[in-house]
């Protein structure tokens, strides 16, 4: 009784605003007591409306009421204070966001643990006889959870401590001899054993291949110093040759200069791409193994098994490549150009000097692979392409996975994306491209246009700024019924060969070359491009005006 006498003393001389014992108690006309500073502070508030109101109540004041220090309230608190008993503070009490205690009654407690017997959550205080009584000691305490109730079967109010594997789920014991008779039904226990074992085991893969993935960063990242040392050298190089020329070979020392570069940056951008799917790679193998070593250390049996049920597969590589390192020969073949052309020069200048360019436009930085001379050789580097539907124009619609495009009539219902086409019936891949890459795009109709292109072509504008072929930032082969045409800087070129309704693209992103191909029974060059990529190429198409026409980037094995 007399505990309950302290609860309740407590509870009167508390402020309402802090929830804690009262500090310069004064009391408002109404009779309600508080805090002088939180009264004070609270109707500081409410000046500009001069209109003051007691926080419990409402009952308004005017004017001001004049503020003054109960004494009487005062000396209780302070005789209260002595008996050692202090108002609980309020970050003690549960939130929202927080698991109540169970027991308490009138404002809850934060819980500090659950008992997944008891199937309730206790403060520090009701939890005491999980400590002390001998039929309880024994009890499973884990972390706070306001998931207990889904340790209960709904169908026999029971807890559910055995697991079904036939079906996939917890079950209770009545369960095991109902519905679940017969099925393969064990302790969730022995459940979670196994499961546990199975993830430990990946993430030991997730960790082996973080640290393959790394090392492979590591390279990538001495093939980036290997590219700049190199093409620094061959700067210096041409830089030291041209300083000896008169001044008519100043125009030609520049245009090696910045072919070199060129070909550095595209080369580095092709690299760096590959870290940075390396680093994503990375990244995302870190999280999974941070979700797994959370899941793994649930104490809830139950709780692991469902949570563990509702992961995907982990530990699978999105990506399959090696890195290899060649050797670092990158520009030496220009620096042996350009001394070759120095001391040739005064009886051959004219026909040496126009060797040079070509010497640099040739540097294979990583690899040097001539062109494949039959389709069984291009199909091994065919990929796997989708269209992304961010980038569609809202006429047409894809299916098939997004990777058929259909022109429709109407405009399809679609989100705003500041990547979509809104002036032509036109659509990018998901997949950037470098490297050696191979594709073919069926198409029917009246006609279509088959394209690679920078990121960053415009997705609005005028034709010259977004329409495939028509600027600088995209190549395309325009395709009808009877005729070719390819489309580079607003400059077409009439194209010659077989007509057919497939289409192959060939590119090899270090060498500079694209290539377009008539597929049927045989494969026929339609037009070869030799020039400088300086950053990946994306795959598009594009359809006429002619509802119905349809292309789609095929699957190649």
């Not at 609980?88 to 109540?100: F, I, L, Q, S």
């Not at 884990?142 to 917890?170: G, I, W, Y």
């Not at 090899?508 to 990529?533: E, N």
């Amino acid at each position: 009784m007399a505990q309950q006498g302290n609860h309740l003393a407590r509870e009167a001389l508390s402020c309402s605003i802090c929830l804690d014992l009262l500090q310069d108690p004064v009391t408002v006309p109404c009779g309600h007591s508080y805090c002088m500073n939180c009264l004070t502070t609270h109707w500081d508030k409410e000046d500009e409306r001069r209109d003051y109101s007691c926080p419990q109540c409402r009952q308004t004041f005017t004017p001001r009421p004049v503020l003054g220090k109960n004494t009487m309230l005062a000396f209780l608190v302070e005789e209260l204070k002595k008996t050692g008993l202090q108002a609980v503070p309020a970050h003690c009490y549960a939130g929202p966001e927080d698991v109540a205690c169970d027991v308490c009654t009138g404002r809850k407690r934060k819980a500090c643990k659950s008992c997944l017997q008891c199937l309730a959550s206790y403060c520090d205080k009701h939890l005491q006889p999980h400590f002390e009584a001998d039929l309880i000691k024994k009890h499973k305490l884990v972390e706070p959870s306001k998931k207990l109730q889904e340790n209960v079967c709904s169908r026999h109010d029971e807890v559910m401590k055995m697991f079904c594997r036939t079906d996939q789920q917890a079950i209770c014991y009545l369960c095991s001899v109902d519905e679940h008779k017969g099925h393969d039904t064990v302790s969730a226990k022995a459940e979670r054993t196994e499961r546990q074992r199975e993830l430990e085991g990946s993430r030991l893969n997730i960790k082996q291949r973080i640290q393959d993935r790394e090392k492979d960063l590591r390279l990538l990242q001495q093939q980036v110093e290997a590219i700049n040392g190199s093409a620094d050298k061959a700067v210096e190089h041409s830089e030291k040759m041209f300083a000896e020329l008169i001044r008519l070979m100043e125009k030609r020392r520049s245009d090696v200069k910045q072919q070199v570069r060129s070909q550095q940056k595209a080369e580095v951008s092709r690299v760096k791409e590959l870290q940075e799917m390396l680093e994503q790679e990375i990244t995302e193998l870190k999280r999974n193994d941070a979700e797994l070593q959370m899941l793994l250390r649930t104490e809830d049996h139950n709780q692991f098994l469902k949570d563990c049920l509702s992961l995907s597969a982990l530990g699978e590589s999105t990506h399959s490549f090696s890195i290899k390192i060649c050797p670092l020969r990158y520009f030496e073949d220009v620096t042996s150009a350009q001394s070759e052309v120095r001391d040739k020069l005064q009886d051959v200048l004219g026909e040496n000097f126009t060797n040079i360019s070509p010497t640099v436009t040739e540097v294979d930085v990583l690899l040097s692979h001539p062109e494949p001379k039959d389709r069984a050789v291009f199909l091994k580097y065919s990929r796997d392409i989708t269209l992304d539907p961010n980038t569609a124009h809202t006429q047409l619609l894809l299916s098939d996975g997004n990777r058929k495009a259909t022109l429709m009539t109407q405009h399809q219902p679609s989100s705003s994306h500041p990547d979509r086409f809104t002036g032509w019936c036109q659509v990018l891949s998901r997949e950037s491209m470098t490297g050696r890459c191979y594709w073919e795009v069926e198409w029917s109709g009246f006609g279509v246009y088959v394209a690679v292109t920078y990121k960053g072509i415009s997705r609005a504008g005028s034709w010259t700024e977004c329409k495939f072929g028509y600027n600088d930032k995209s190549q395309a082969l325009y395709c009808f019924n009877n005729s070719y045409n390819f489309w580079e800087k607003n400059v077409h070129t009439p194209v010659s060969g077989p007509r057919s309704s497939r289409v192959g693209v060939y590119l090899d992103h270090s060498a500079g070359v694209l290539s377009f191909y008539s597929i049927s029974d045989t494969m026929t060059l339609l037009h070869r491009v030799q020039t400088t990529f300086t950053e990946p190429l994306l795959a598009g198409i594009g359809l006429y005006w002619s509802p119905g026409d349809t292309a789609e980037m095929c699957k190649l094995k």
